[in-house]
């Protein structure tokens, strides 16, 4: 048994890993800070040394033998322990170092987490920084995320989500939107009007509110939906419609009058602003770092 370990290493086990995981060589190679035949180097080498097929290769994709699923599971858990091990080995060290990958929605991104990073990287100067901004719900596992910001409600149950902060929300309008079709005064009244609608949160075009401390919905419709705030943003300002968007994409155009609030006794829910990671026992403490930087900096939105 030593004789069959001495032929294959650590690395040969945490390329197969994370290649399962990622499920293709080419981002493992990304992760791992190598090439992609290197990555394929150590697969093969790990598959010739066992003396099995761990992995079945097709030009468009990768599926795991039986005896691969079966070799991942029981070797996953021993990097697992060993990953929190060196962590925790380390946790008492001064520098903090090592590669963070976050992802987070592109406004967000632009206009809190693009000020925000900075700082954090001055009071850590060893950690490498790898930031994904889309505006799309980001598979942290497959894409090897160690945190990401959601804005929302949160469906996945198998990731861990810690809360940072609540988003107020806006009701807003252009004045010359406004000045063409008028104010609404009830969100009834909003089936008259063309409602820009933000997609990330939800496809349905449906727009809740409170009232009387009861959270109510109505449906709404309009010639504009997407999945980026900006664009909605801009609209509104060219007087397309009135849109719901939170506050931190249209707070300063509404300080500057570019738009105006309305509907200013229904106040929307505010939308709940998460960090999460996947599930795991020990979190890194690179991750704990980064978590509480950003509960100390957006506790206040």
Not at 94 to 107: C, D, H, Q, T, W
Not at 255 to 281: H, M, W
Request: contains cysteine; negative net charge.
């Amino acid at each position: 048994m030593l004789q069959k370990m001495q032929q294959y290493d650590l690395l040969d086990l945490r390329s197969f890993i994370t290649v399962v995981e990622v499920g293709a060589f080419n981002r493992a190679a990304d992760m791992l800070d190598t090439s992609t035949a290197s990555v394929s180097r150590r697969v093969s080498n790990l598959e010739k040394a066992l003396g099995v097929k761990l992995l079945n290769r097709t030009t468009r994709k990768l599926d795991l033998s039986d005896t691969g699923m079966q070799f991942y599971t029981d070797t996953l858990a021993i990097f697992r322990a060993l990953d929190e091990a060196e962590e925790k080995a380390q946790s008492g060290r001064e520098i903090v170092k090592g590669k963070i990958r976050v992802a987070a929605p592109l406004s967000f991104g632009m206009r809190c987490i693009a000020p925000f990073l900075p700082k954090f990287m001055h009071q850590y100067p060893e950690l490498n920084v790898q930031l994904l901004l889309e505006d799309r719900q980001t598979d942290l596992v497959a894409e090897g995320i160690d945190v990401a910001i959601r804005i929302g409600n949160l469906k996945d149950s198998s990731l861990v989500a810690t809360s940072i902060s609540s988003i107020p929300r806006v009701f807003c309008a252009s004045s010359e939107y406004i000045g063409h079709h008028g104010e609404p005064h009830e969100p009834a009244e909003l089936v008259d009007h063309n409602c820009l609608h933000y997609s990330l949160i939800s496809t349905r075009e449906e727009w809740g509110f409170l009232k009387d401390e009861q959270e109510q919905s109505i449906e709404v419709s309009g010639t504009l939906s997407t999945n980026n705030g900006e664009v909605l943003k801009e609209a509104a300002i060219q007087g397309i419609g009135i849109t719901l968007l939170p506050s931190f994409i249209v707070s300063e155009a509404i300080e500057d009058g570019r738009l105006v609030k309305v509907l200013a006794d229904y106040e929307p829910e505010p939308f709940g602003l998460y960090a999460i990671r996947p599930s795991r026992q020990y979190t890194p403490v690179k991750v704990k770092l980064l978590i509480d930087a950003l509960k100390s900096t957006f506790s206040v939105i």
